[in-house]
């Protein structure tokens, strides 16, 4: 069983940056299949970024370029800095854990492949 805690959630303008944090307790991290992913109210929820045990990375071409994941197996626990924030950025933003059985082709972003998932931080940016 793993338990996830996001942070590091806020209001923020246009342009601004944020860093979430998400803090795993049961399990080692460096296993996993981990990723950020978020829902805007009336929106289905999307994949944002991923990172695998490998430490392959995926990202919604609507972040890439602006958005970082990393992680921290030391400190079990999973960042998402978000730089030149928008406002269509604003969601509740949700760490995911899944177990990585994915072949090296696969996508990372599929929200089936994640077992465990945190209660989110709600992150607003504004124009």
């Known amino acids: 069983q793993v338990r996830l805690v996001e942070s590091g959630g806020g209001s923020v303008q246009a342009g601004g940056s944020l860093r979430l944090s998400c803090v795993a307790s049961?399990?080692?991290?460096?296993?996993?299949?981990m990723g950020w992913f978020r829902q805007a109210p009336g929106k289905e929820r999307e994949g944002v970024a991923a990172?695998?045990?490998?430490?392959?990375?995926d990202y919604a071409p609507s972040v890439k370029g602006r958005f970082t994941i990393s992680r921290d197996n030391a400190k079990n626990t999973l960042y998402l800095q978000m730089d030149s924030l928008r406002p269509e950025d604003t969601a509740k933003y949700y760490c995911a854990a899944g177990y990585d059985n994915l072949g090296p082709s696969d996508p990372l972003l599929r929200e089936y492949e994640y077992n465990y998932w945190g209660q989110g931080t709600q992150v607003t940016v504004s124009s």
């Open positions: 049961g399990q080692g991290l460096s296993s996993f299949l």
């Open positions: 990172l695998d045990s490998d430490s392959v990375v």
